[in-house]
């Protein structure tokens, strides 16, 4: 009987930790942010002449059913592609880096944080990775510095709202500043400036091709296939989506709050604009997908396309959270440090340039 009761009064926890684990998973800040944008959208589909008494939420629920008009076709060609990629190893990512300290290890890890679809936050989990298999210090950066919103479900959300040309130019620009970077911090390796990275055995045996070849064969194209892809798609954007969703709403309290003349005055093409833009990116904490809507409203109210581009990027190179979780995986102050120093000065040059 004691060994009954004693089974009894231990399910009872198990049950309660359940649900507690259960409430734990809920996303709030997802579900949040889903729940007011979409009442700003039922609020213009539907109450927009009543709504016009009141200026301000006229304003803000107009910006926000704007933005997403512009965006959505993105996000769902970004979830099936999201889909796609979970069905693809990831090794074969990063498999493709090469030899750490050449020039073509910085390309290839730059094509490879591009081909990566994932946020700064997942990515720097990855970065952190690569350097403890041996990728170098230059490596690492220029993977980080190409990732975050080069991927190609944010790439096709910035075409919606600044259209091809200035995302293409961003992208290069973005390249550029990563494999200088790089180049920079390899250079400064083999000067004893920076540490180097003790892990060295980081020999390539993925064999790529034969991996590829194998790995076909094994696919069956059924619907089966299309549904989990669909479903992974969902599920694995979710974290995209609720960054993308609070960038919206951001973009759309500044459209509400601020006109268009005092926001040119302080993000327009101008020395205050362009540091007032890198002092809010470095402040604001916001994952590089929530960052779209907010450089598309400086590129098209602010008409500063260099301050647009500054805030992407310096958004990624000033970030506590990278800088902190790089010191970590070096045990090196300097090499963390030197992030910003190095990249923040070529981001301020090239909006200076693309502002001019």
């Not at 704007?66 to 060609?77: K, P, Q, R």
């Not at 290839?108 to 946020?119: M, P």
């Not at 194209?221 to 798609?233: A, D, E, Q």
């Not at 779209?292 to 310096?314: K, T």
């Amino acid at each position: 009987m004691k060994q009954s009761s004693d089974c009894c009064h231990k399910e009872k926890p198990n049950k309660k930790d359940s649900q507690e684990r259960t409430s734990e998973r809920v996303d709030l800040l997802f579900w949040g942010a889903l729940s007011v944008v979409t009442t700003l959208m039922l609020g213009e589909q539907f109450f927009s002449s009543q709504l016009s008494d009141f200026i301000w939420l006229s304003k803000l629920t107009q910006s926000t059913h704007h933005m997403l008009g512009e965006i959505w076709w993105g996000v769902a060609i970004g979830m099936v592609f999201i889909g796609l990629l979970s069905h693809i190893p990831r090794q074969f990512v990063t498999s493709a880096l090469g030899k750490g300290g050449t020039f073509s290890g910085l390309l290839r890890a730059t094509a490879a944080g591009v081909l990566l679809d994932l946020c700064s936050h997942g990515i720097l989990m990855i970065g952190a990775k690569l350097y403890e298999r041996g990728a170098s210090a230059g490596q690492v950066i220029a993977f980080l510095l190409a990732s975050p919103w080069n991927s190609f479900s944010f790439t096709l959300v910035l075409i919606g709202l600044i259209g091809v040309q200035w995302t293409l130019v961003y992208i290069v620009l973005s390249m550029l500043v990563a494999i200088t970077t790089g180049w920079m911090f390899d250079l400064l390796v083999k000067r004893d400036v920076l540490p180097a990275n003790k892990v060295t055995d980081a020999a390539q045996e993925f064999k790529f091709w034969d991996e590829a070849r194998s790995q076909l064969k094994s696919v069956e194209m059924n619907v089966s296939l299309f549904t989990n892809i669909v479903k992974r798609g969902l599920i694995d954007s979710k974290m995209v989506v609720r960054w993308l969703l609070i960038g919206v709403l951001i973009a759309a309290l500044l459209q509400a709050s601020l006109d268009e003349s005092t926001f040119q005055q302080y993000f327009g093409p101008t020395l205050l604009g362009l540091s007032m833009t890198v002092f809010v990116a470095t402040v604001l904490e916001v994952c590089s997908e929530g960052s779209a809507p907010i450089a598309a409203d400086i590129v098209e109210r602010g008409q500063a396309p260099g301050n647009g581009f500054a805030f992407l990027m310096a958004g990624v190179a000033t970030d506590y959270t990278e800088v902190m979780i790089l010191k970590e995986t070096t045990n090196s102050w300097k090499l963390a440090l030197f992030l910003p120093l190095i990249s923040v000065p070529q981001i301020l040059l090239l909006a200076f340039i693309l502002n001019s």
